[in-house]
């Protein structure tokens, strides 16, 4: 889920992410089902068929150097997200700063995997022959696994922790 060295209380923020998410008012915030990515061949790059919206699938690297789930706005248009009037945000990518609009996408589909409601982001062009990175705003929904050995991701739906009592979630 989360590490830095100074955090005492990762037991309490779990046990509260859990509760959230077992919250109906929270339901379909975490992640649905299990999806296995392949590396691309001869590429240290991980690569999945995702649909927004149950719009026509697009090809996203896994990026877990992306914040928000990213998409080309080619793509973004296509499958209905309107960025008109939403805010724009300056972006520190790999290729440097550029600009973004904010939204959020109602359904993200992977094939045998699913999230709703993700905060996301539009930029003018992501990289040639991709439609999107598949950022944190997804991954963190699901527990992510690396099989090295077969070269693949393994997404699959969080496991409800084991937690003596159940954690308060105060109303929204």
């Known amino acids: 889920m989360f590490y830095h060295p100074n955090v005492t209380n990762a037991d309490q923020v779990e046990a509260r992410i859990d509760g959230l998410y077992q919250d109906p008012r929270c339901s379909g915030m975490a992640g649905e089902g299990t999806l296995t990515i392949h590396r691309l061949k001869g590429q240290n790059v991980f ?31 296509a499958s209905g997200i309107q960025t008109i009037g939403q805010p724009e945000l300056l972006l520190r990518t790999v ?61 699959v739906k969080r496991p409800r922790a084991n937690h003596s009592a159940p954690p308060h979630v105060p109303p929204m």
């Open 47 to 77: 690569v999945a068929r995702v649909s927004i919206n149950k719009q026509k699938p697009g090809r996203f690297i896994v990026d877990t150097g992306a914040t928000l789930l990213t998409l080309d706005r080619a793509f973004a248009e």
């Open 95 to 155: 290729n440097g700063v550029t600009r973004g609009t904010f939204t959020r996408v109602e359904e993200v589909n992977l094939g045998g995997a699913s999230v709703r409601r993700v905060e996301a982001v539009v930029i003018d062009s992501v990289a040639p022959g991709f439609d999107g990175l598949l950022g944190l705003s997804v991954l963190n929904r699901f527990s992510v696994h690396l099989e090295p050995g077969e070269e693949t991701l393994v997404l």
